[in-house]
């Protein structure tokens, strides 16, 4: 949804649901390949794709922290801490609170007309008006994670529960 300068995406809960479902080097490498795609072009980002989209928009900070949040619940999610409510809970917040970190730090320096707009601003236009749909988009991963974990397991591509070194 059109929305300046951050647009309102599903983005967190696929970053999130990733990291969740293909652990921590697939989710990177995916999380990586979708930022190449996008860099080279492909309008896979909110409101299109290109080098300067990155060099020069608002949302970078977000999508490099999509990379190191999705790492981030796919680590914990190949151990036993995974299948734990309290654990995945907080993994997500923190992930949540890693793209926000990342996504505003940028946007505080993000210039607009020559002038960055800083910090108060960047919280004020990039974090604020989320907070709410964010939440949403945590509970409905960590409700969707089980049931995603038990069709990898059919598919074979998961035997058992998630554990450490497993990808």
């Known amino acids: 949804i059109p929305w300046y300068p951050v647009p309102l995406t599903?983005?967190?809960?696929?970053v999130l649901l990733s990291g969740g479902l293909l652990g921590m080097w697939r989710a990177i490498i995916a999380l990586v390949a979708y930022?190449?795609?996008?860099?080279?072009?492909?309008?896979?980002f909110a409101t299109g794709g290109g080098w300067s989209y990155l060099a020069d928009?608002?949302?970078?900070?977000?999508?490099?922290?999509?990379?190191?949040?999705?790492?981030l619940v796919g680590w914990v999610a190949e151990r036993a801490l995974g299948r734990r409510v309290v654990p995945m809970a907080v993994t997500l917040i923190a992930g949540t609170a890693i793209i926000y970190l990342l996504g505003v730090a940028?946007?505080?320096?993000?210039?607009?007309?020559?002038?960055?707009?800083?910090?108060?601003?960047?919280?004020?236009?990039?974090v604020l008006p989320f907070l709410i749909?964010?939440?949403?988009?945590?509970?409905?991963?960590?409700?969707?994670?089980?049931?995603?974990w038990g069709i990898a397991q059919k598919l074979g591509l998961r035997?058992?529960?998630p554990r450490a070194g497993m990808l």
């Open 57 to 71: 928009g608002p949302t970078t900070g977000y999508i490099i922290g999509y990379v190191i949040a999705a790492g």
């Open 10 to 14: 599903g983005g967190t809960f696929a």
């Open 133 to 148: 749909g964010d939440f949403a988009k945590l509970a409905a991963v960590g409700a969707l994670l089980p049931a995603g």
């Open 159 to 161: 035997t058992g529960a």
């Open 35 to 44: 930022i190449g795609i996008g860099a080279a072009g492909g309008g896979v």
């Open 106 to 126: 940028w946007l505080a320096n993000w210039e607009v007309e020559g002038a960055a707009d800083g910090w108060s601003a960047a919280v004020s236009n990039g």
